[in-house]
Every structure is written in C-alpha cells, then in structure tokens.
C-alpha cells in the first residue's frame, strides 16, 4: 500500500499541511465581525463547550437532588451505565471520522448479547473459561454483522444509511428468533460479579474494561497508519484513492471493527444486568452519535477524537440520570437528545465555514 505521507500533494489527511490562506479583507461592520469571531472561537472549542455543559449539568442534578444524585452510590452507577454508551461510542467516533453511519449498533449489541448468553448456558458452566467464550462469542457475532454492513455500503455501493438501516431491523430480528422473543438470563454468575459488581484498583471493573479499550482506541486513532486512513478517506476518499489507499478495504475493516466493539457492549451489557435485553437498545445509535458529535467529530468525515468523544459520552448519561432522580418522564430524555444532535450539527457547519474564510 502506498504509505498516506509520501503524496501530500494529492490527499486531504489532517496531517497534511494546507498552504496558508491570503487573508481576506474585513466586510460588514464591526457588530457583524465581532459577532462572527465569537462564534467561530465557540465552535473551534467545542470539547471546551461541551465539558463546561457537563459540569454544568454535574453541578445542576447535584444541586436539585443533593441526597440522591451526588452520592458515590449513584456516581458509580452512572459510570457503570456510561461504559456501555462508551464502547459503542468508540465504534461510531471510526465510522464518523469516516464520514458515514452505523445505525445498527443497538440491535448488533442485543444479537451478540442473545448468542453469548445462549452459548454460555449450554455449556451449563459457571467459571472464567465460560465467561471467555461469552466474550469471544460476542464479539465473533458483532464483527460479522459489521463485516456485512461494510461489504454492503462499500463493495455494493450502497448507502450507508440504508444498509445499516436495514441490519438494524435484521440484527433484532435474528435475535428474537435466537432468544424465541424472551430475555435470556442464563448469565454466569461469575461474570455477572466480575465484570457487574467487582471493583478494580476503587473503579468498577466495567468502567475499567471501558477505559482501557478507549485508550487503544484513541491510540491507534491518532497514531496508527489504520487512523490516519480513517481520517483521510473521511477528508477525500476519491483523493485517498488516488494515492493508492484501498478504500473499499478499509471501508469494510472499519464497520468490522464497529461490529466488533458493538458486541464487546453486548457482552458487558449481559455482565451488568445479569439477563439480555431485547428492547432496551432501540435509542443506542441516537445516543451514541449525539455522544461523538457533541465530543467535536465532524458527521461530514475528516474531524474527531476519542477524548472527545469521552467528555460527549458523559452528556447522555448524566442527563439520563439526572432526569430519572428528577422524576422526569423519559421521553424528554429522547427530546433534548435529539435537540443536542441537531445542536451539534449546527456547530459543526458553523465550524466548516469558519475554516473556509
């Protein structure tokens, strides 16, 4: 493969340098220019923005509900409930970086749960080794639907939003076929303690689990050559082509690895709530790219980072929480979700054009 940093002339990397643009003359009066720089300045630090929001919002819940929300009781189960949003996060943060979609996550992450959890009860076990096969079972499962979303939208050319669309009704299809439409709750009660309800070094094993995958993932984000041609097919596939980069190749290895990471969230899940739940993902998809658009990933493709999508995480599962504490009714949850997405989107078209000045 014709390594991405020998022609710079042709390709769109963000480690590419741009010439310098000639500066333009200043237009319309002072108000409109100092009102265009604030707002360039805020979408140029949308990490900031959005880790400010969180303490914000910290700092509300704890105010409102002192006695229920900022207890170590309930900051360990927010935790607990981020890690999930988190692994699926991390998937999506590559895909959107990639400047597509994967829609199907959720019901990729109740199959690869359905399966593992079927394949742990019949060996009618209850030790580690059982809990490895859970593991591999699941992310075996997750890494084939991924493996089929990618060959879809890139060998078959179809849009992405249509394919994984469609594997989201298949995927929990085929789960309640596997499952014969009831949760499985043939959980090992080993891994149920391990991975639940243990704690590792003060943090609960399956925070711990998902931090450790967000780090190799920032790491081969930012430093591998798997990132950097992420990051430039998301910038200009038809220029990463013209380098030689194999596009429809990695186009496939990424949703793989979505899949994969998809089904890693199915096996935790199982972990944390001792039984499958075939219902309970529908909203996984909209939660996880409000999480990565709101850590500053671009939809367009080309922009994001794992950090990012980190602080974006925590905004949905705080605002979660805190409205369950609060007695809220759930669909204002899905509302102000929603709300943020399209927030997002906004900040980054704004960004876009920013830069274009």
Sequence with gaps: MTELNER???????????????????TGNGVSRQRGALVGAVVRSQEAVVLAVLIALLVGFAIAKPSNFATSGNLENLARDAAVLLVLSIGITYVTIMGMFDLSIGSVLVFSEVVAVKAMGGLGTDNAGTALLGAAVAVVAGTVWGLLNGALVARLRLSPFIVTLATFGAALGAAELVAKGND????????????????????????????????????????????QLTYAIGSNPEAARRVGIRVTRHIVAVYA????????AGFLD?????????????????????????????????????????????????????????????????????????????????RRESERR
Excluded: C
């Design 257 to 264: 690895v979505v899949g994969a990471l998809a089904g890693a």
């Design 8 to 26: 710079t002339d042709t390709t769109t990397s963000p480690n590419v340098r741009e010439e310098p643009r000639r500066a333009l003359p200043p």
């Design 270 to 350: 199982a972990a944390r709530f001792g039984t499958t739940s075939m219902g309970g993902h529908s909203n996984d998809a909209l939660a996880a790219i409000t999480a990565v658009a709101l850590g500053g990933a671009s939809l367009y493709g080309g922009r994001g980072t794992m950090l990012g999508t980190v602080i974006g995480v925590s905004i949905p599962a705080v605002l979660q929480n805190g409205l369950v504490i609060l007695g809220t009714q759930s669909h204002w949850y899905q509302i102000i979700v929603a709300a943020a997405l399209i927030a997002s989107i906004y900040l980054d078209r704004r």
């Design 184 to 227: 499985l709750t043939a959980v090992p009660s080993t891994l149920s303690t391990f991975i639940g309800i243990d704690t590792f070094a003060g943090v609960p094993s399956l925070v711990a689990i998902a931090i450790i995958i967000a780090v190799i993932g920032g790491v081969q984000l930012a430093k591998s050559q798997f990132g």
